[in-house]
């Protein structure tokens, strides 16, 4: 059945927290009536996250649990943009998510194909630990927009977006670790989709998880992304001057 919103949730790992973040994003899709459909992108836990979505998605008939095979949180955005059938795809973290984004499928006409929140833009505050911040603010000015020629000020993390004119730009991806919002972002910019930034207030309700193998797909994410995306991004900071 075709829902106006798809609200994805990758989750690893997540047993203390999935509940509560599952009933809060519920609980605020009914106060603002919202026609919703939740997914669960899971992959890769070795708790009992699995068991709690089942448990709570048998309660709940909009949510659905997709267990993918492969770890890793690009894989599993990519999964779940495949098995969506709303207006909008909004992507949650299990850690963190803003009811505003909801609110965005509500305003008719929306003027945006993609709504994505900033931690470096004025007026969002980042409670993160300094090196997170760091990292971020390094990988934004630096790699983004130095390197790529990207205007906006930060890619990753939560986004409320129109499927139909993000599925032509995910199916060209090269990339499947945590860079995929990344690359969808730039190939979006570059693909001329209408983009917007919204401040947010990141208040993690607990530490990344960035160990072991997933480390390591990062570099060689930034590096295969560099090789597709790197041409262009220098032609275009060559003709800006
Ligand atoms: N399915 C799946 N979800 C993941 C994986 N790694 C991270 N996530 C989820 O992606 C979201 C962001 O992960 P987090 O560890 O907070 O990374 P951060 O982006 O650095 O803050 C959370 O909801 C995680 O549960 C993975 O390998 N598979
Ligand atoms: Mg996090």
Known sequence: MQHDVTILVPARDEQEQITDCLEGIRDACIEIGIDYEMLVIESG???STVA???DFAEANQQTQILVVKEPGYG???IRGI????????????VDFWDKRFLYLSKVDNLQYD??????????????RNVYRRLISKLFNRIFLRTLLGYNGTDTHGIK???REAILP?????????DIFDTELMIRAERAGLKILELPVNVREIRPTRFAGKRIWRIPMDILKLCAVLRPQGKERQEHHG
């Not at 730009?169 to 670790?177: A, E, H, L």
């Open 169 to 177: 730009i995910v199916g060209k991806c090269v990339t499947n670790s």
């Open 45 to 47: 836990s070795i708790d």
């Open 75 to 77: 894989i599993a955005l």
């Open 82 to 93: 495949e098995a969506s059938s709303g207006r909008f795809i909004v992507i949650f973290n």
């Open 114 to 127: 993609i709504v994505n929140g900033s931690k470096l833009l004025p007026g969002s505050s980042d409670g």
């Open 160 to 162: 409320i977006m129109r």
């Open 52 to 54: 709690k979505v089942q």
